[in-house]
């Protein structure tokens, strides 16, 4: 994997852009069949979530298995302290994510960034512990999203039952907030699902609410693949030269008083290099072996009450 830095308009630390190779098929890899069905599933074949979409695309019932893994090693107390920010964590994370087998990364460019694109509509409520609470998908082992309400892309469904404030992780975590040093909540954008789930931090995350505080995150997106970063970029390029032209043509008319558009064009330039850069993509799924048969089978095996509800 290799990774590079990413900035922002203000020219500070924005994320890491990912490239991965050598490997063609996740660990935590989503696979589809018709119907609206999607069953996620772990590196080793066991089962971590079904659902299936709603008839009318208006949400997705889904469920638990109680099968997920986290692709990243647990955090030891220390670490809070001694890794530097977001940045810090978003290497460490992007290392372990490429070491795991329940990794959700494959062949391809991905981002690992703050909390994007939460950022680019951010709304005056997101620093609330209330805006967060009011995005967790509920349901133990199983649940609907909501696509109708939320906009499905901004609900955050965790991927294992949901920590209680007593648990003792919660709770040590608890402390590290009011410390100021709580490692970021790592969310996957799962399109398959539109929306984000939990690849680590469930406790963190519950440790963040329960003391009323927005929490740190990182969310992991697929990026546009090199060939159409190359196109979109040629594209800009050429947009900006023709507005250059456009103005150049407007001095020989009007007289030098006219710009030489620069001013202009270059903020627009600089704006479409980075979205061709860092524009993301759907996840990818793979065709489920069996087909509806065999998401059926897993369903039963997992729940039969939710699976003649849903079939």
Do not use: I
């Amino acid at each position: 994997m290799r990774r590079s830095e990413l900035t922002g308009a203000d020219g500070g630390w924005a994320g890491l852009e990912l490239e991965v190779s050598d490997r063609p098929r996740p660990g935590l890899c989503p696979y589809v069949a018709e119907g609206g069905r999607l069953l996620l599933r772990r590196g080793d074949g066991a089962p971590v979530l079904l659902a299936r979409v709603e008839d009318g695309d208006q949400g997705v019932d889904f469920l638990r298995t109680g099968g997920f893994r986290s692709p990243l090693p647990p955090l030891r107390a220390d670490e809070a302290r001694r890794v530097p920010g977001s940045a810090g964590w978003a290497h460490r994370f992007a290392e372990a994510l490429n070491r795991s087998p329940d990794s959700p990364v494959h062949d391809g460019r991905w981002a690992l960034w703050d909390a994007s694109p939460f950022q680019r509509w951010k709304p005056a409520s997101m620093d609330s512990a209330e805006y967060w609470r009011e995005l967790l998908v509920e349901g133990d082992p199983d649940g609907y999203v909501d696509w109708f309400v939320h906009n499905g892309s901004w609900e955050v469904l965790p991927l294992r039952a949901w920590p209680e404030a007593s648990d003792a992780r919660v709770k040590a975590y608890r402390r590290q907030v009011r410390e100021g040093v709580l490692p970021p909540v790592l969310l996957w954008w799962c399109s398959g699902l539109d929306t984000h789930v939990v690849l680590d931090g469930h406790a963190r995350l519950a440790a963040a609410l329960a003391e009323d505080t927005a929490p740190p995150l990182l969310e992991l997106v697929r990026l546009a693949p090199a060939d159409d970063v190359a196109a979109d970029t040629a594209a800009a390029v050429a947009a900006y030269e023709r507005e250059l032209d456009r103005f150049a043509t407007l001095r020989v008319t009007r007289g030098t008083h006219v710009p030489d558009g620069a001013a202009l064009a270059g903020p627009v330039l600089a704006r479409d290099l980075g979205r061709a850069r860092t524009g993301h993509r759907p996840s990818w799924a793979w065709p489920l072996p069996g087909r509806v048969a065999e998401w059926q089978r897993v369903a039963r095996e997992s729940d039969a009450g939710w699976a003649d509800r849903v079939t």
